[in-house]
């Protein structure tokens, strides 16, 4: 059966769906971007970038209008052999995971799909949510084979770690397994195979064995701050020439669109006895809490501007989904008499101030995300840095 493209990666245009195209056009192969966001998609084919991701421009220059392009219109699933799912999975209301999310998605599109093809789910998904669609694939799309390859990139890193770190594949059926891997080899140095349960399991202990670190290391940092030690020199002591302490965090806002996600959903999977899991997002979501109790007792917030450097949910990045910085804002709005904030790289903001007028405006200044410009930081005016961006320790 001849098709049009390669590959067309529903949601491609979105933070995992971009990259993966980008890399697997430069490769050689024909792909298409599907989304529902027109802008993104007009910008990725006047060769703009949807969304920052280092790396990817010139990459983008070398594919767009070649092996590349970007669309909302839903045909372009039927043009395709292989059709990437990279769609959001939030949780809902009361924090409570959407399972029919994936499906539902596929199910809207399903007049979409043809014989022959092979549905390869890469969203992070809650677990029993590739058997469902492997039902829904059976009843209303005959001839279409489905894999699940869940992505493990750090955002930011994409234009390297999908050329440099294992792909789990996992498929019920052997030719399915097959195709997703020769797909997927294309790009990574190697597959790991799977059932379709264990990677998905595979895919949320990920996630959630890197937020129980950051929480672990996150109360660490209260208990030290609260004993008048500073965290951080703790930490290097520790650590120095000790291996088995190499990997312990610093301090710092754990948050994003996946951490606290897939806690949740690994919570709700088993039947919310997560005990670690739990504690962990206590620990990690109240730490904005713990900064501002910690500034209560030192100064008199009603009566200052706190500015709020770093909106982005992590260093060097314009994403600013999660982002514990806005709960920060949020408490801080209650307690002290004005609060404004700046971000050298997030552009969907309207509040944002540049960094010498929040610097001069403000009587305290937090270091939210800790952007590698803050670590030039000139100023008498009280820093909280619970990142040790400036190299000055972490209490509080």
């Not at 049009?4 to 993966?20: K, Q, S």
């Not at 910008?43 to 010139?58: C, F, K, S, T």
């Not at 234009?159 to 059926?173: C, D, G, H, K």
């Given at each position: 059966m001849s098709f049009?493209?390669?590959?067309?990666?529903?949601?491609?245009?979105?933070?995992?769906?971009?990259?993966?195209g980008l890399a697997f056009a430069d490769v050689g192969l024909r792909v298409s971007l599907?989304?529902?966001?027109?802008?993104?998609?007009?910008?990725?084919?006047?060769?703009?970038?949807?969304?920052?991701?280092?790396?990817?421009?010139?990459?983008?220059?070398?594919?767009?209008?070649?092996?590349?392009?970007?669309?909302?219109?839903?045909?372009?699933?039927?043009r395709a052999e292989h059709v990437i799912v990279v769609i959001g999975t939030p949780v809902g209301a009361h924090q409570a995971p959407d399972p029919q999310n994936v499906p539902r998605a596929i199910e809207e599109l399903a007049e979409y799909f043809r014989e022959?093809?092979?549905?390869?789910?890469?969203?992070?998904?809650?677990?029993?949510?590739?058997?469902?669609?492997?039902?829904?694939?059976?009843?209303?799309?005959?001839?279409?084979?489905?894999?699940?390859?869940?992505?493990?990139?750090?955002?930011?890193?994409?234009?390297?770690?999908?050329?440099?770190?294992?792909?789990?594949?996992?498929?019920?059926?052997?030719?399915a397994l097959t195709r997703a891997s020769e797909l997927f080899l294309r790009l990574a140095p190697k597959v790991v195979t799977l059932t379709?349960?264990?990677?998905?399991?595979?895919?949320l202990f990920t996630n959630v064995y890197r937020y129980i670190k950051f929480a672990a290391a996150n109360q660490l940092f209260m208990m030290a701050n609260d004993g008048g030690c500073d965290y951080e020199t703790i930490r290097k002591a520790l650590a120095e020439d000790y291996p088995r302490a190499a990997d312990l965090p610093g301090a710092g806002f754990a948050a994003?669109?996946?951490l606290?996600?897939?806690?949740?959903?690994?919570?709700?999977?088993?039947?919310?006895?997560?005990?670690?899991?739990?504690?962990?997002?206590a620990i990690n979501e109240g730490l904005p809490l713990y900064l501002v109790s910690r500034l209560e007792k030192r100064?008199?917030?009603e009566f200052m501007t706190v500015g709020i450097l770093g909106m982005a949910f992590k260093a060097e990045s314009d994403d600013t989904r999660s982002s514990l910085a806005y709960k920060l804002k949020r408490v801080l709005s209650f307690k002290a008499e004005h609060v404004i904030t700046t971000d050298p790289f997030v552009t969907v903001d309207p509040e944002l101030l540049t960094l010498d007028d929040v610097v001069e405006r403000s009587d305290i200044l937090i270091i939210a995300a800790p952007h590698a410009e803050y670590a030039d930081l000139k100023t008498h005016k009280p820093v909280i840095d619970i990142w040790n961006v400036l190299g000055h320790g972490t209490r509080v």
């Open positions: 049009d493209y390669d590959i067309t990666i529903i949601g491609g245009c979105g933070h995992v769906g971009f990259p993966l599907f989304d529902t966001n027109p802008e993104a998609v007009d910008r990725v084919n006047r060769g703009q970038l949807p969304a920052d991701e280092p790396g990817a421009a010139e990459v983008l220059d070398r594919v767009v209008g070649k092996r590349l392009v970007a669309s909302a219109d839903p045909q372009m699933i039927s022959g093809q092979v549905l390869i789910l890469r969203s992070t998904v809650y677990p029993g949510v590739t058997a469902q669609v492997e039902r829904l694939v059976t009843r209303a799309l005959p001839g279409v084979e489905v894999a699940f390859c869940p992505e493990r990139i750090a955002e930011g890193r994409a234009m390297t770690e999908l050329y440099e770190l294992p792909q789990l594949v996992a498929a019920r059926s052997p030719r379709p349960e264990e990677a998905e399991l595979a895919k994003g669109p996946c606290l996600k897939d806690t949740l959903q690994l919570a709700a999977f088993d039947d919310n006895r997560f005990t670690l899991g739990h504690a962990s997002m100064f008199h917030l």
